[in-house]
């Protein structure tokens, strides 16, 4: 192992060079190297034409991840898991089809980089039939530049399948905490795993070199051997981030809580207020049962942790994260993926295997759009890529499916309580439309599956039957047709009409508990 400057990292990598980064976010990510990279190549002009891979999105939207990747000539193709974080300026590329861009679910990438490491002929997986993953719909090409298939639809032993051929890595860029002068790199401070371990595994299989970014060196020997995470026989090379460029989220430079160093008060998250977000989050929660394993996703089904603290049950749930963090509270916005009081955590793709493997009763996920069919859209709108992460492993195994969201959006505004909803001004976007822009879960696939699937928004539920989506309950306070059906391109199955608790629509309401059978 060399001590080697971000510059001299960025001086080691040759024209079309393939990466593979580590992090999702800025967790994890190698943001001192790759401002080497990119100032390498604004001084000499190289190394150009780069193709990168990573599982999840990299950077904060910002200053940091793809941005330094940005730069007409210097990358050619990015294959990414999310595209919601890398920047508005490779944004913009991928859109206008300067580079080539494809966007695979998070925990196949995740699998696949230990299909490169173990000399496998590639990843075979059912993930993502269905969806625009599927060669027979778009096959993940996210714009008209991207044109070769990097996935292919097979037949093996009977079943149709998903084939990724493993990509060769040239080149590793992977985070860690501490490394000694041997090259063994911890992870004590990363509040996620992650796959940084087969990431190297996988460069160093095809011969490629590994650079690793650290906070410090310290004497060979003091490490001990099970904090180590990636050996030092991995390691090329190590570089000594700056603390600015080495944050744990997007959101904080550092916190014990995040990496389980320290357990927190469990009552210290505030309640929500009373307004279609957390009408939505407590509707939401009577879809729990107790002690079963679940996964939540961003936005709107954030707020059930907070709903159950608030109801005083919270010690009912057993909730898990794809980045591999399980139990605990699920931080939210820039610390998404990490968790308070984790109970424990493991490798991203670990917790893939169990996600593919149906070991996840129940997700609770983002509402964008629906059509009658009971399709989703969560990674595409008007044409701008945002991408899957693991909404399609998740979707894929999970017995029970719980979307959120407003039932319109763009401008609605409500009002909430005395046990009732009132619609002060209609949203102008509609999310329950004629047909999905891009096919992130396959509402006719999970229905012949005989999937659970629930759709919840602040004045309606519906259930994904075989014929479609059924309109199961309404709010108390909105009229069926005037506030629900006028708003929807397409007709729901009405047979028994329920109204939704009056309970929820309270600023008091108190009777979780009861309804999870405390």
């Given at each position: 192992?060399?001590i080697?400057?971000?510059?001299?990292?960025g001086?080691?990598?040759?024209?079309e060079?393939?990466?593979?980064?580590g992090?999702?976010?800025?967790t994890g990510?190698?943001?001192?190297?790759?401002?080497?990279?990119?100032?390498t190549?604004?001084?000499?002009g190289?190394?150009?034409q780069?193709?990168?891979?990573?599982?999840?999105?990299?950077?904060?939207?910002?200053?940091?991840?793809?941005?330094?990747?940005?730069?007409?000539?210097?990358i050619?193709?990015?294959?990414?898991?999310?595209?919601?974080?890398?920047?508005?300026?490779?944004?913009?590329?991928?859109?206008d089809?300067e580079?080539?861009?494809?966007?695979?679910?998070?925990?196949?990438?995740?699998?696949?980089?230990?299909?490169?490491?173990?000399?496998?002929?590639?990843?075979?997986?059912?993930?993502?039939?269905?969806?625009?993953?599927?060669?027979?719909?778009?096959?993940?090409?996210?714009?008209?530049?991207?044109t070769?298939?990097?996935?292919?639809?097979?037949?093996?032993?009977?079943?149709?399948?998903l084939?990724?051929?493993?990509?060769?890595?040239?080149?590793?860029?992977?985070?860690?905490?501490?490394?000694?002068?041997?090259g063994?790199?911890?992870?004590?401070?990363?509040?996620?795993?992650?796959?940084?371990?087969?990431?190297?595994?996988?460069?160093?299989?095809?011969?490629?070199?590994?650079?690793?970014?650290?906070?410090?060196?310290?004497?060979?020997?003091?490490?001990?051997?099970?904090?180590?995470?990636?050996?030092?026989?991995?390691?090329?090379y190590?570089?000594?981030?700056?603390?600015?460029?080495?944050?744990?989220?997007?959101?904080?430079?550092?916190?014990?809580?995040?990496?389980?160093?320290?357990?927190?008060?469990?009552d210290?998250?505030?309640?929500?207020?009373?307004?279609?977000?957390?009408?939505?989050?407590?509707?939401?929660?009577?879809?729990?049962?107790?002690?079963?394993?679940?996964?939540?996703?961003?936005?709107?089904?954030?707020?059930?942790?907070?709903?159950?603290?608030?109801?005083?049950?919270?010690?009912?749930l057993?909730?898990?994260?794809?980045?591999g963090?399980?139990?605990?509270?699920?931080?939210?916005?820039?610390?998404?993926?990490?968790?308070?009081?984790?109970?424990?955590?493991?490798?991203q793709?670990?917790?893939?295997?169990?996600?593919?493997?149906?070991?996840?009763?129940a997700?609770?996920?983002?509402?964008?759009?629906?059509?009658?069919?009971?399709?989703?859209?969560?990674?595409?709108?008007?044409?701008?890529?945002?991408?899957?992460?693991?909404?399609?492993?998740?979707?894929?195994?999970?017995?029970?499916?719980?979307?959120?969201?407003?039932?319109?959006?763009?401008?609605?505004?409500?009002?909430?309580?005395?046990g009732?909803?009132?619609?002060?001004?209609?949203?102008k976007?509609?999310?329950?439309i004629?047909?999905?822009?891009?096919?992130t879960?396959?509402?006719?696939?999970?229905?012949?599956?005989?999937?659970?699937?629930v759709?919840i928004?602040?004045?309606?539920?519906?259930?994904?039957r075989?014929g479609?989506?059924?309109l199961?309950?309404?709010?108390?306070?909105?009229?069926?047709?005037?506030?629900?059906?006028?708003?929807?391109?397409?007709?729901?199955?009405?047979?028994?009409?329920?109204?939704?608790?009056?309970?929820?629509?309270?600023?008091?309401?108190?009777?979780?508990?009861?309804?999870?059978?405390?």
């Amino acid at each position: 192992m060399k001590i080697i400057t971000a510059d001299e990292a960025g001086a080691l990598i040759p024209d079309e060079a393939t990466i593979f980064l580590g992090g999702l976010a800025v967790t994890g990510l190698a943001e001192e190297v790759l401002h080497g990279l990119e100032r390498t190549f604004l001084q000499t002009g190289h190394p150009r034409q780069l193709s990168t891979w990573a599982c999840g999105a990299i950077g904060n939207s910002g200053a940091a991840g793809m941005k330094h990747f940005a730069h007409p000539g210097m990358i050619k193709r990015v294959v990414a898991g999310h595209f919601g974080q890398t920047g508005k300026e490779m944004m913009k590329m991928v859109f206008d089809g300067e580079v080539e861009a494809y966007n695979f679910p998070q925990g196949s990438l995740s699998h696949l980089t230990r299909q490169i490491a173990n000399r496998s002929p590639g990843l075979l997986t059912q993930v993502g039939l269905g969806t625009f993953v599927d060669p027979r719909l778009e096959g993940g090409k996210m714009n008209r530049r991207s044109t070769q298939d990097l996935v292919k639809r097979v037949q093996f032993e009977g079943q149709e399948w998903l084939y990724y051929a493993p990509p060769k890595i040239d080149v590793a860029i992977i985070r860690g905490t501490l490394s000694d002068e041997r090259g063994n790199i911890t992870l004590d401070k990363e509040g996620m795993l992650l796959e940084q371990l087969s990431i190297a595994q996988a460069a160093k299989r095809c011969g490629g070199i590994v650079i690793c970014q650290v906070e410090a060196v310290v004497q060979a020997g003091s490490l001990h051997p099970k904090s180590v995470k990636v050996p030092g026989m991995l390691v090329d090379y190590v570089v000594i981030g700056q603390p600015e460029n080495h944050m744990q989220s997007i959101a904080t430079q550092f916190n014990p809580a995040l990496c389980g160093d320290v357990q927190v008060p469990a009552d210290h998250l505030q309640p929500m207020p009373l307004d279609e977000r957390k009408v939505i989050a407590r509707r939401a929660a009577m879809e729990l049962t107790p002690g079963a394993v679940t996964n939540l996703g961003i936005g709107i089904p954030a707020g059930i942790p907070t709903v159950a603290a608030e109801e005083g049950v919270s010690d009912l749930l057993m909730l898990s994260i794809e980045s591999g963090v399980n139990g605990g509270i699920p931080a939210q916005l820039g610390d998404f993926g990490l968790a308070y009081n984790a109970e424990s955590i493991i490798e991203q793709s670990a917790q893939f295997d169990f996600y593919d493997g149906g070991g996840l009763a129940a997700s609770f996920l983002g509402l964008a759009q629906t059509d009658a069919h009971g399709n989703v859209n969560v990674s595409k709108f008007n044409g701008r890529p945002v991408g899957c992460g693991g909404f399609i492993n998740i979707t894929r195994a999970t017995k029970k499916l719980v979307f959120c969201g407003s039932f319109t959006a763009a401008g609605l505004a409500v009002k909430v309580g005395e046990g009732r909803l009132t619609i002060v001004q209609e949203g102008k976007a509609r999310k329950f439309i004629d047909q999905v822009e891009q096919i992130t879960f396959n509402g006719h696939d999970a229905a012949l599956r005989q999937q659970d699937v629930v759709f919840i928004t602040e004045r309606a539920v519906f259930r994904l039957r075989e014929g479609g989506l059924e309109l199961t309950e309404i709010a108390p306070g909105v009229d069926l047709e005037r506030d629900v059906l006028a708003h929807m391109a397409f007709r729901p199955i009405i047979k028994d009409l329920k109204t939704m608790d009056p309970g929820i629509f309270s600023e008091r309401w108190g009777g979780l508990g009861a309804h999870l059978g405390r």
